[in-house]
């Protein structure tokens, strides 16, 4: 309960923050006026092609996982769909951890490895749009604000993919490590341990797959494409007079926001981050401002309704959904992959042949 609270509080704030550094100098007239005037055929539009990129990502997961479970496509949607509900019914993101545990639970393949996949599928996401955002610097005079957290950001990711690499490929040197940590750790607690790296880096199996990885960084080029076709109708519709490409760079700029721990649905991250990209362009905070809240309300509109349908899709209540996402984050999330994971770390490759045995068929 405490840690629970802790996570509204920093979101709270943050909120807080964020919302008075998006709402100063704003003209509440212009930004209702911009409001209003937006093209509501073009937005419609661009939420199509928001969707197809959660389509895009549903087939992604499935490739992911597709050497240790054969998964669905719709299956990967409605997971996909019910951790962006939970992201904004909750602080911090904790949306992939609700994923994570459904997909597990459904296919029985184990939290650890689910989330393995998740991982890396974030990780690559950011250099995506790091890379994005890189190519765009070139035409684009990026604020300081946005450099820096790309500088930063680009190490921490670079590291993070290193990490997995040595996972997935290493897997013999790091069963050795294990075992020597665990000659320090009680017997309970290396073997649950020994079952999170386990399994979790059974999740990683496309960085030791070439083609798979192939065809996770095509998968992952083509849906930030569609998703920045998304956000260029977007700056259309409200009449911005900003270039083509700068929806891709406001794409970019938001989701490199993403690194700051958010309240419910990113309210004031999102908003501040979208108006920082738009400055470029947009001298009147006011018109950024009326772009910001509508393209967040459209978004948090898809989320919630396609959301919720896959929570009633799955047959679960809200509070289950909620109780997979805040519990995963401790303790009881290792306890649930080690108690799937083998006893000892050799046991890597039986592991693996079992998870190829999962269940569903491909679509």
Known sequence: MRAKGYRWAVGFVVTLLFLALALRRVEWGRTAATLKGADPLILAAG???????????????????SATARVRV???????????????????????????????????????????????????????????????SFVVPVPVLVRAGM??????????????????????????????VARFLPWRVTQRLSGLVQRFALGLSALRDGRQLV???????????????????????FHLGAPWYAG????????????IPASPGSIGVYHYMAMLALSVWVTDKSVALAYAVGTHGVMVLINVLIGGFSV???GLALGSVITMAEPAAGPTLVAGV??????????????????????GTST
Not at 48 to 55: K, S, Y
Not at 215 to 237: K, P, R
Not at 338 to 351: D, P, Q, V, Y
């Open 47 to 65: 939420a199509v092609f928001l969707l197809g990129t959660f389509v895009l990502f549903s087939i992604r997961w499935r490739v992911l996982l």
């Open 74 to 136: 719709r299956d990967t949607f409605s997971c996909i769909m019910i951790g962006y509900f939970t992201n904004t019914v909750l602080p911090f993101r904790l949306g992939d951890l609700a994923r994570a545990a459904l997909m597990g639970r459904r296919y029985r393949a184990g939290t650890g490895l689910v989330l393995g996949s998740v991982v890396l599928e974030r990780v690559l996401d950011a250099l995506t749009v790091l890379s994005l955002a890189a190519g765009l």
């Open 151 to 180: 500088t930063s950001l680009t190490a921490v990711a670079l590291v993070a993919l290193a990490v997995l690499w040595a996972l997935a490929v290493g897997r013999t040197k790091v069963a050795a490590l294990m075992a020597r």
């Open 215 to 237: 065809q996770v960084a095509v998968l992952s080029l083509v849906a930030w494409g569609v998703a920045g076709l998304s956000t260029v109708l977007w700056v259309e519709a």
């Open 248 to 259: 891709f760079f406001v794409l970019a700029v938001i989701n490199l926001g993403a690194a």
């Open 312 to 314: 009633a899709r799955e």
């Open 338 to 359: 080690a108690s799937r994971g083998a006893s000892h770390l050799s046991g890597f490759s039986s592991a693996e042949d079992g998870g190829r045995r999962g269940h």
